[in-house]
């Protein structure tokens, strides 16, 4: 069953993992959480039907979230800074991602609602797995998924200190008149710290 927004029952909470967790174990699917870089609502369903969470003590990151190296608590650990502070009004997010830690991921199984969303490994390694693609797989560095809009994905694993890349555009890409030359800067842009992008670039 999937979440539709006109029948979903809204219910405000303290703390929207813990949330999350006593939903799932009623059996309640997790269809979506956002913004991923500072969740605060999350849409679940299940044959009993649809519920929306919305954390409202969680801080409201705003459309220009600072400079590029400010820092912000996502989903499941990940750290995201935005490489276009302005977010060009909303309508683009690109993101560096990261996890210090390596191991399994506490990620939920979830989709984005946007326009498209390309992933890149610029350092390290990182399993996911996306739903009807077959089995897991891992990015390894230098390697690039174009993800559909609204597939349900999940990150089950990764090295310590992985770094991603993530261009996102909420509206459709030729709308806003984005082409390759932007995407390619925006996975090339470096922080002070970043390792050097690697030469060597595989589709998957």
């Not at 609204?150 to 261009?167: D, F, K, M």
Request: with cysteine.
């Amino acid at each position: 069953m999937s979440y539709d927004p006109s029948v979903a029952h809204t219910v405000e909470v303290d703390d929207l993992d813990e949330a999350i967790e006593r939903y799932k174990a009623d059996n309640y699917r997790l269809d979506m959480i956002f913004p991923a870089d500072h969740p605060r609502e999350a849409l679940l369903s299940s044959e009993e039907g649809s519920v929306r969470l919305v954390c409202p003590n969680a801080d409201r990151v705003p459309t220009k979230a600072g400079s590029q190296n400010e820092w912000v608590r996502g989903r499941a650990g990940m750290e995201y800074r935005d490489l276009i502070p302005d977010r060009l009004g909303g309508k683009v997010i690109a993101s560096h991602i990261r996890l210090n830690e390596g191991g399994p991921v506490p990620d939920y199984v979830h989709y984005h609602k946007i326009a498209f969303q390309v992933i890149y490994c610029k350092q390290g390694q990182i399993r996911v797995v996306y739903e009807d693609q077959g089995e897991s797989f891992w990015l390894e560095t230098g390697d690039l998924v174009l993800q559909p809009p609204e597939i349900r994905h999940r990150v089950l694993e990764c090295t310590a200190g992985i770094a991603l890349r993530s261009p996102v555009a909420c509206r459709h890409a030729q709308v806003l008149g984005i082409g390759r030359e932007f995407i390619v800067s925006l996975l090339a842009v470096e922080a002070p710290g970043d390792a050097g992008t690697s030469p060597g670039h595989r589709v998957v």
